[in-house]
Nanobody, 117 residues
């Protein structure tokens, strides 16, 4: 059974930092990239950052130089370090993977990040 469990969200003041974690189980052998998406109220879900199995990363322009994505393949974990947060970063953040065998997308339940001004 595939499970993605996020943690680490919360309320933080502008300029602060949070670290999100995603624990992945049941599928590590058949995935390459791992992603974080976010969805703000009234907006579409957007891709925030991607990390490949070899730890190559890419970021949305809005978070570049503020967010850092990393993964620990031995622990089946992916982390999103978020610095210099601003109110526009307020959203529910979702961990995502896609099976390279079935092409099925898997999502976590989401974790709320709220940045106050």
């Amino acid at each position: 059974q595939v499970q993605l469990v996020e943690s680490g969200g919360g309320l933080v003041q502008a300029g602060g930092s949070l670290r999100l974690s995603c624990a992945v189980s049941g599928i590590m052998f058949s995935i390459n990239a791992m992603d974080w998406y976010r969805q703000a109220p009234g907006k579409q879900r957007e891709l925030v950052a991607t990390i490949t199995r070899s730890s190559s990363t890419s970021y949305a322009d809005s978070v570049k130089d503020r967010f850092t994505l990393s993964r620990d393949n031995a622990k089946n974990m992916v982390y999103l370090q978020m610095n210099s947060l601003n109110p526009e970063d307020t959203a529910v953040y979702y961990c995502h993977v896609r099976s390279t065998i079935t092409r099925i997308d898997y999502w976590g339940q989401g974790t709320q990040v709220t940045v106050s001004s």
